[in-house]
């Protein structure tokens, strides 16, 4: 017997939740398949010390403000579904995960296979899913929210004798006065690090990359032994003898020759790859990224399979390590302009804008209310944008597409159009002479048939309140004002 649906979603994770809900709420035909017995399989053993690291707080009365606090909800217009009415641990405990994303699911009333686990993926006219019992699922558009499955280990001679994050025992009392190397500088190394603080002799944590200020001043302050330490640098082998580890790294910024170090313990927190194995080979979409993530294009969809889509932690591809698509708190936002595309791509429905009088003190108003509100260009900062498109003397407003998407789609590339990001980054008005880290501000670009001709850096605040009628809405209404005038004077005439 074959299932076919119009959508055939693999994982019933935060994403294929999230994806699920816009689905159904659309009344779209589509399945996901969950090979767990609940929603959110992952978080029952990620993280290993199963305290999450996204954080948890009612900040204000406003849900759309609140959602620049709150890193774990998923988007629905139910307010029992929010996160924080589960906790109110700022970092909440992964089993409150569980709990969540299994209420969203039943709530929502999602059409969710659990125990089936996808083992082959081949495509004719259709693509068709095989579990591991043989049923077969057909569907024209499939999209894959698993995340990246599979262990990640770099080109390291040696690193195959470490112990691996997803299996080294979570009991801190194991490494007693040990010295231990933690090989990777993301949240798998972190948390590990943290949970040997009171027992490990020395944590080394270590890779090419630095890091935050919150991590350095976390394993630097004085609540920690001094002899643990953050090293950036290249591992260059690793030997397991009788005695531990012999660890050979090329240290940044030092100035001398590769050095040896001996542990006792070496962790591999070096993250997780995407695992292409089920796909059949004439579908079976490329990799980027040493080979960890599936290429995509900026609409989320295989670079080089149609109708092939990826959805949560996969989607960071397209911001890898500049923005935060790897995450619930960025990937909902990301999700949200997926089902927007495809819904205009295979449905034929406009992406939803609204109107504006295309005059200064209109856009100037609209960019900066939205600016002071917005969750999704707030969290994907850089990497999601509000789109402003000249027709004549009225203007359509759309919000939250892929910058990426803009430029490729017909939204932008005949148009006059201005893009709205909120950006770090410097070349502009700072805080103060000697604020290093910028702050969050809106920069709004002007852009003619494709090609940027102007841009526009609103002037930071520290309390991301960009109302001020001298130093925000007065400059941004003039750059409007001028860009305005320059785009009607390029206007072909009847």
Same mark, same amino acid.
């Given at each position: 017997?074959?299932?076919?649906?119009d959508?055939?979603?693999?994982g019933?994770?935060?994403?294929?939740?999230?994806?699920?809900?816009?689905?159904?709420?659309?009344?779209?035909?589509?399945?996901?398949?969950?090979?767990?017995?609940?929603?959110g399989?992952?978080?029952?053993?990620?993280?290993?010390?199963?305290?999450?690291?996204?954080? !948890?707080?009612?900040?204000?009365?406003?849900?759309?403000?609140?959602?620049?606090? *709150?890193?774990n909800?998923?988007?629905?217009?139910?307010?029992?579904?929010? +996160?924080?009415r589960?906790?109110?641990?700022?970092f909440?405990?992964? *089993?409150?995960?569980?709990r969540?994303?299994?209420?969203?699911?039943?709530?929502?009333r999602?059409?969710?296979?659990?125990?089936?686990?996808?083992?082959?993926?081949?495509?004719?006219?259709? +693509?068709q899913?095989?579990d591991?019992?043989?049923?077969?699922?057909?569907a024209?558009l499939?999209? &894959?929210?698993?995340?990246?499955?599979?262990p990640?280990?770099p080109?390291?001679?040696?690193i195959?004798?470490?112990e691996?994050?997803?299996?080294?025992?979570?009991d801190?009392?194991d490494?007693?006065?040990?010295?231990v190397?933690?090989?990777?500088?993301?949240?798998?190394g +972190?948390?590990t690090?943290?949970?040997?603080?009171?027992?490990?002799?020395?944590?080394?944590?270590a890779?090419?990359?630095s890091?935050?200020?919150?991590?350095?001043?976390?394993?630097?302050?004085?609540?920690v032994?001094?002899?643990?330490?953050?090293?950036?640098g290249q591992?260059?082998?690793?030997?397991?003898?009788?005695d531990?580890?012999?660890?050979?790294?090329?240290?940044?910024?030092?100035?001398?020759?590769?050095?040896?170090?001996?542990?006792?313990? &070496?962790?591999?927190?070096?993250? +997780?790859?995407?695992?292409?194995?089920?796909?059949?080979?004439?579908?079976r979409?490329?990799?980027?990224?040493?080979?960890r993530?599936?290429?995509?294009?900026?609409?989320?969809e295989?670079?080089?399979?149609?109708?092939?889509?990826?959805a949560?932690?996969?989607?960071q591809?397209?911001?890898? !390590?500049?923005?935060?698509?790897?995450n619930?708190?960025?990937?909902?936002?990301?999700?949200?302009?997926?089902?927007?595309?495809?819904?205009?791509?295979?449905?034929?429905?406009?992406?939803?804008?609204?109107?504006?009088?295309?005059?200064p003190?209109?856009?100037?108003?609209?960019?900066l209310?939205?600016?002071?509100?917005t969750?999704?260009?707030?969290?994907?900062?850089?990497m999601?944008c509000?789109?402003?498109?000249?027709?004549?003397?009225?203007?359509?407003?759309f919000?939250?597409?892929p910058?990426?998407?803009?430029h490729e789609?017909?939204?932008?590339t005949?148009?006059?159009?201005?893009?709205?990001?909120?950006?770090?980054?410097?070349?502009?008005?700072r805080?103060?002479?000697?604020?290093?880290?910028?702050?969050?501000?809106?920069v709004?670009?002007?852009?003619?048939?494709g090609?940027?001709?102007a841009?526009?850096?609103?002037?930071?605040?520290?309390?991301?309140?960009?109302?001020?009628?001298d130093?925000?809405?007065?400059p941004?209404r003039e750059f409007?004002?001028?860009?305005?005038?320059?785009?009607?004077?390029?206007?072909?005439?009847?």
């Amino acid at each position: 017997m074959v299932t076919r649906t119009d959508y055939l979603l693999l994982g019933a994770g935060p994403a294929g939740l999230q994806l699920g809900y816009f689905l159904e709420r659309a009344g779209r035909d589509y399945l996901i398949l969950e090979q767990g017995a609940t929603p959110g399989t992952f978080f029952r053993t990620f993280p290993r010390h199963r305290q999450l690291i996204s954080i !948890n707080k009612r900040q204000t009365d406003d849900p759309e403000l609140n959602l620049r606090m *709150d890193w774990n909800s998923l988007l629905s217009d139910q307010p029992s579904l929010l +996160f924080t009415r589960y906790t109110d641990r700022y970092f909440p405990d992964a *089993d409150v995960m569980v709990r969540y994303l299994a209420d969203f699911a039943a709530t929502t009333r999602l059409n969710i296979r659990y125990g089936t686990r996808a083992v082959r993926v081949t495509r004719d006219e259709r +693509f068709q899913v095989v579990d591991q019992h043989g049923a077969v699922y057909e569907a024209p558009l499939l999209i &894959v929210a698993t995340g990246p499955s599979m262990p990640y280990l770099p080109t390291i001679p040696g690193i195959e004798t470490a112990e691996l994050y997803g299996t080294v025992t979570a009991d801190p009392q194991d490494f007693q006065d040990q010295r231990v190397l933690i090989i990777g500088k993301g949240s798998s190394g +972190f948390e590990t690090a943290a949970n040997l603080l009171e027992t490990a002799a020395v944590i080394h944590v270590a890779g090419p990359s630095s890091i935050g200020v919150a991590w350095q001043s976390f394993l630097g302050s004085n609540q920690v032994k001094p002899r643990n330490a953050l090293l950036d640098g290249q591992i260059l082998n690793i030997d397991r003898d009788d005695d531990g580890y012999r660890v050979r790294m090329s240290l940044v910024g030092r100035g001398e020759p590769a050095r040896e170090l001996r542990y006792d313990r &070496v962790i591999a927190c070096t993250g +997780f790859r995407f695992d292409g194995s089920i796909f059949a080979g004439d579908c079976r979409p490329e990799l980027v990224i040493n080979d960890r993530f599936p290429a995509q294009t900026s609409a989320w969809e295989s670079v080089n399979v149609p109708d092939l889509y990826f959805a949560g932690t996969l989607m960071q591809v397209r911001d890898f !390590n500049r923005s935060t698509s790897g995450n619930i708190h960025g990937f909902r936002y990301c999700i949200r302009a997926m089902h927007r595309i495809l819904e205009r791509r295979y449905h034929g429905t406009p992406w939803p804008p609204r109107g504006l009088p295309a005059d200064p003190e209109a856009l100037m108003v609209a960019v900066l209310c939205r600016s002071n509100r917005t969750s999704g260009l707030w969290q994907q900062f850089g990497m999601l944008c509000d789109l402003v498109v000249l027709e004549g003397a009225e203007a359509a407003y759309f919000e939250e597409l892929p910058v990426g998407y803009v430029h490729e789609s017909r939204l932008g590339t005949d148009e006059s159009y201005f893009t709205i990001t909120l950006e770090y980054g410097f070349g502009h008005e700072r805080v103060s002479s000697f604020d290093v880290s910028t702050h969050l501000h809106p920069v709004v670009r002007h852009y003619r048939g494709g090609a940027l001709i102007a841009q526009h850096h609103v002037a930071e605040n520290a309390d991301n309140d960009w109302s001020g009628q001298d130093s925000h809405r007065e400059p941004l209404r003039e750059f409007f004002a001028r860009e305005l005038t320059l785009a009607a004077s390029a206007a072909p005439s009847c």
